[in-house]
């Protein structure tokens, strides 16, 4: 940056600055003015949204305009989270140095304190937010410095204003939330518990050694909150236990899939002695509480795919291809209760699968995999093999395309040598093809099979799988000259962004390649997918449904965690290595905490807030069957 190549624009207000732009951004109207500082709101040109422009007034010093721009450049390098504002970009333009964020809108705490009286719980919930917004940053060796009540949004509770220094050991941070804290609880000081004060006092006097600390302290003070909420609505502290009632309460809470939750939130992830023994229970009590109901709702010859806004199934006639998944969660279930139930009904959902003409046209050969081929490795039963190898007959004498060496889910086949396409999706092909691979006993079938796998894994690797490993939908390219034409999205923000279901199932899929064939590039892949998986998930390691989607309120994917969670834990199975072990826990710890649908039966769905597809507008916020099942996979896994 050379500032000097530009006329610095001096001026005495802001009015001047209005309707200018600073590169792509047009200044809009003034939020916020500070002694150094002017925060328009602005319009983004190029990508056609509303955000803030924090603006360094002009005649501050040399060293003040370096600080200001290293600040910038440090707060854009924190991911998307839910209490602190996106940091686009930082830079110069029209003699002015500035940093581009996410638009805030909202009332600040300070004005809100003076026309409303919080409850307690409100004062904790939005002391809750303050400390988790802070304590990421400061995991992301920022500090804010300037914590205040008109740095806080209400409502949303997102901390603004940071100011991007570095964080050090005598930061205010952690006396500044507590000066938040007891403004917040000033109104109820004759009613605060003893335990939430001490929190208070504690964090004024500086008692905790960082703000984490703190924000661990107000959490569990916050889920003690919630245990109690409950236990008075299922009314096992209303004094009858004259009649017997209040000791049946305390069971049913005990008894309950939010009991259970509680206990895992208040877990570390890695304390595996603890938490695994949780997981466990958690796996049978949502047989028992979600699984089990379905068995007399669902009909024989149905095959739920997506719940709709009552929280029921929308289930398929058959002939999608996602109709394997059911009675795969069935096989599952007996295989972990060995349940004969649950056997008969897998058997009997498997069975009304039937091969038609489309496994050669589709996806749909994957229905085969989940319901007959794991039938088969967990009873032996032939005619269930049989079916599953009949299908991945159809689907390899049809959907490979020899001209580009892999497998197609969609379109028709072509001998076009200058142009041809794969998806990435088509990676969720090669489980069944795997499986007939390792049971197919004629030799020249066998290594046929095994051949078309391979080329197909390594087309993928090759078109679809950029240079920092994030993931492309799909890849046009020169088969002869074996060169990228372009990248093209359906499920993506854009072409050359990265959809995390598809990141998670890459993991899964070249984890599994590398298992059946001993190839270590693959194994490498499938690490440095996985790594790039961890590195830009978000602070609950739930991904947003695309990892570069910019804009604001996006869906989270929980199917995409899911998937990612129980490819994690087999990587690490491969590998050993730890970081692949504590990253699938964080994983299936914030899933059940936070998007396991634990407080109603009449939700049907395991796992909320699932992302289909959201480009093309359905099932953007839903349970999806085949995220349900690789939560349930990912869980069996945990011995």
Known sequence: MDKNKEEIVRVEGHHELLNTNFDEYNLKRLIKETGKDLVFEAFDTRLNRSIALKVLKPGQSKEREEQFFREGQRLATIDKYDHIPTVYSAGYSNGHYYIAMELINGENLEDAIIR???????????LFGISEGVSYAHDHGIAHDDIKLENIVFGTTYVVDFGGRLTKTNSNDVIAVGQVGKILLDKHRDRVPKRLEQIIEKALNNKYNNINELRKEIKGYKNSITRRKFLKTTGSLIALSGLGYGGFRVLEYRDSLRYIVDEINNVEAIDYARINPLFNRLLLKIIDHKIDPLTEIIP????????????EWFSTEGGFWTDGFWPGILWQSYKITHNKKYRDLATESSKSIKITNKEGNDMRGISFYYSHAKAYELTGDKFFRDVALEAAK?????????????????????DNLSSQNIEINSITLLPLVWFAYEDLLDKKTKQMYYNKGYAHMQTVSKYNIRDDYSVRDFAIFNPKEKILIKEETYYGYSPNSCNSKNQAKSIYGFTLAYRITGNKEFLSTAEKLADYFIYNSPDDFVPF?????????????SSAAAIAGSALLSLHNE??????????YNILKSLSAKYLSTDSRNYQGILMHACDNKNSGYNVNNSLIYGDYHFIEALEKIK
């Open 116 to 126: 409303k009286d919080f409850s307690l719980e409100e004062g904790v919930d939005i």
């Open 300 to 311: 024989k010859n149905k095959f739920p795919y997506v719940t709709i806004d009552s929280g």
């Open 394 to 414: 159809v689907v390899v004498n049809n959907r490979f395309n020899e001209i580009s060496n892999c497998f197609q889910i969609s379109g028709d086949m072509n």
């Open 545 to 557: 449904y695309d990892f570069n989607d910019p804009n604001k309120n996006i869906p989270r994917d």
């Open 575 to 584: 590998t050993k290595k730890e970081k692949y072990k504590q990253a699938a």
